[in-house]
């Protein structure tokens, strides 16, 4: 028997990264998975790797209609899950003097607003005893240049981490954080020019006490975690990041 048969858990923005590993994760020991992603052909993908105890849903995090719609496909597919990872963000590096309006308000929609509306409409389908993990990040309490619109996002759910744990109490539902530091989930490859997100690599490396990137599946280990083991903790938000917040 594997550790998580007969559970169900949603990950929003599971196509791809962290979210997509987590899956695997859960997948791999016997969970129904119910991933989201904005792109379709990058879900067709994911729901393959997966293999058929995924469904995949085209839902996009920061659109209402959408979360509602994903509320109403998680009630007919799975009725009540045991575990929500509610994870699809986006990244941005920009200098103060060139945030535009557009790019602060993407990144709080889909960042802050997106998170905070999904736990609203899926709380109430999660079983008393299950839990939810918000994705936060180590920036959300360093002062990192170029992130100062995406630490404010992940300062935001920190917040709200602490918030929804307190008001789901009574349903005996936990909420807590994974809060990842330095990744190797090419996410820096993919939003900066080649040289510098050579740079910014060599940089983090020299700045974490473990002298290394961590992997996704640490940071999946840290998630099934808090979804299922540490039934006596809510409100709390776990580094997985080498000690960088820490030391």
């Not at 003097?97 to 709080?108: A, L, R, S």
């Amino acid at each position: 028997m594997s550790r998580y048969d007969g559970k169900k858990v949603v990950i929003t923005g599971g196509s791809s990264g962290l979210g997509l590993v987590t899956a695997k994760l859960f997948v791999d020991e016997g969970a129904r998975v119910l991933i989201t992603g904005r792109t379709q052909a990058t879900l067709d993908s994911a729901g393959e790797h997966l293999g058929p105890s995924a469904v995949t849903v085209r839902s996009d995090a920061a659109s209402l209609s959408d979360i509602a719609a994903l509320a109403d496909r998680v009630s007919t597919e799975f009725g009540a899950v045991d575990a929500l990872f509610a994870n699809a963000g986006i990244s941005l590096f920009a200098p103060l003097e060139e945030m535009t309006e557009q790019m602060y308000d993407e990144v709080f929609s889909v960042n802050a607003k997106g998170p905070y509306f999904t736990v609203q409409r899926l709380a109430p389908l999660v079983k008393a005893g299950g839990g939810i993990v918000l994705t936060t990040s180590i920036v959300d309490e360093m002062g990192m240049a170029l992130t100062s619109a995406y630490s404010a996002t992940k300062a935001a759910l920190r917040s709200m981490t602490r918030t929804l744990a307190r008001e789901l109490v009574p349903q005996g539902v936990r909420v807590n954080a994974v809060s990842p530091g330095p990744i190797d989930t090419g996410i820096l490859e993919a939003s900066l020019p080649p040289d510098v997100a050579e740079q910014t690599r060599a940089q983090l490396t020299a700045d974490n006490p473990m002298l290394r990137y961590g992997e996704s599946m640490e940071v999946a280990r840290a998630v099934a975690f808090l979804a299922f083991d540490a039934t006596y903790t809510t409100g709390a938000e776990l580094p997985v990041d080498g000690g960088r917040s820490q030391l």
